[in-house]
Every structure is written in C-alpha cells, then in structure tokens.
C-alpha cells in the first residue's frame, strides 16, 4: 500500500526497516480507532496477540496518539503509560522486540476527526532526532498521498459507488455521459489503489473503509 501513496516508496520502506528493525506501523484516517488504512511490519506474533488481548484500549502509544499531534519517544509517555494494564502492553512488546520506539500523530487540519499515526520499533537504542524527524516527513507525505479517500479520486469513487448499485460498465457510461473505457480505466485505478483482485473486491474494500457511504471528499 505505501507505494500508492508515498513517493519513492522503496527507499522509504528500506529506511523505516532501517530506523525500526523491530517493526514500524502506519495508519492513515483514523476515525474511532479504524483507519481507511494500515500498513504493519511490526512481528505477527506480536499483532496477533495485541489483536487478541484488546490491547489498543491500554496502549500508551495509541492512547497518546489519539489525543496528541507532534511527535514523542515512548520513554517520553507520561507516567500514567507505566500503570495497571498500559505497563502490562510495554511488558509485553518489550518481549517482541518493541524495547524503543517513538510515535508521530497528526491530525487532518481540513478533516478534523481523521488522525493519521506512525509508530516505530527497534530492540536495542532510542531513536534519534534525525530518525524522528524523517518519521514525520513520511507521515506527512503519506497524509498527503492519501487525501480524504484512500487516495481514491472522486470519479472513481463514484464508479466504484455506481458498481455497488448493481450498474454495469456500459450503464455507468451511459448515466456519466462517458465512455465505456474510461469506466473501466477508473476501475482498474481504484483496483490498484485498493490493493483489490477485481472490481467486486475493490467495492466490498471501499465499503469496508467507510468510503461508498457518503459523497467523496475533494
């Protein structure tokens, strides 16, 4: 996914695996906890236990991001991310590698109630000042990249909203005043985008995302 949204993606991949060997976690348009968008690297291990215990609702990390915008090291979390069940999860991802980190939170001037977040991991050394402030540069590109919806246009979320009526390429020409080709080029885009097989799966992901429920963003 990050390919889609992030200039240079290959290079930003191998510095974020450099910076954080143990893992590092983006996710974009978070709205109560769901993002439009997640990429993990963090040891699967370690995602499907957070998964199973409920962690998000203890973690100092996520409980920080929700209410912060700027950028922080996990050493630096208040006192109160040392207490009950939130040091149970630093316990915990300690185990996994997650030893230190530092989080980057920002929150969409146009869009308020969308944050987009960007956690990383490594065993064995804060991180840097240097290494933190690259993080927010790929935060900030990546917030870019995505726009409101996914990094879906609005025509083609239009299409994928026409498909989920039950319209087919040649009835969406016709209610568009577009050619079939073009439809299917909006298809294929928004299959791309997605990280969708076919056309089918392009609109169970977007109406998984929230995306075909109301009018696109622009």
Not at 131 to 146: C, H, K, N, S, W
Not at 193 to 210: E, P, S, T, Y
Request: hydrophobic share 45%; aromatic share 6%.
């Amino acid at each position: 996914m990050l390919k889609n949204i992030v200039p240079h993606h290959k290079e930003v991949a191998a510095k974020l695996s450099d910076i954080a060997p143990s893992g590092y976690t983006m996710a974009l348009n978070v709205c109560y906890l769901t993002p439009q968008v997640q990429v993990t690297t963090y040891p699967e291990a370690w995602v499907k236990r957070y998964r199973e215990m409920h962690f998000v609702s203890h973690d100092p990390v996520a409980i920080w991001s929700t209410v912060n915008s700027g950028s922080t090291r996990w050493s630096d979390l208040p006192l109160w991310a040392h207490t009950g069940l939130s040091e149970l999860v630093i316990t915990e991802g300690r185990e996994y590698g997650l030893a230190y980190g530092a989080s980057v939170a920002r929150r969409n001037d146009t869009c308020p109630t969308l944050r987009c977040v960007l956690f990383a991991a490594r065993p064995d050394r804060e991180l840097t000042d240097l290494e933190i402030d690259y993080l927010v540069d790929v935060l900030d590109q990546a917030m870019t990249g995505i726009g409101f919806n996914s990094g879906l246009s609005a025509v083609e979320l239009e299409t994928l909203r026409d498909l989920a009526a039950g319209l087919s390429h040649q009835q969406i020409a016709a209610i568009r005043e577009i050619s079939a080709q073009t439809v299917r080029k909006r298809i294929d885009r928004a299959k791309v985008v997605l990280g969708a097989r076919n056309a089918m799966q392009a609109v169970g992901i977007a109406a998984r995302l929230g995306l075909l429920d109301a009018p696109a963003m622009l």
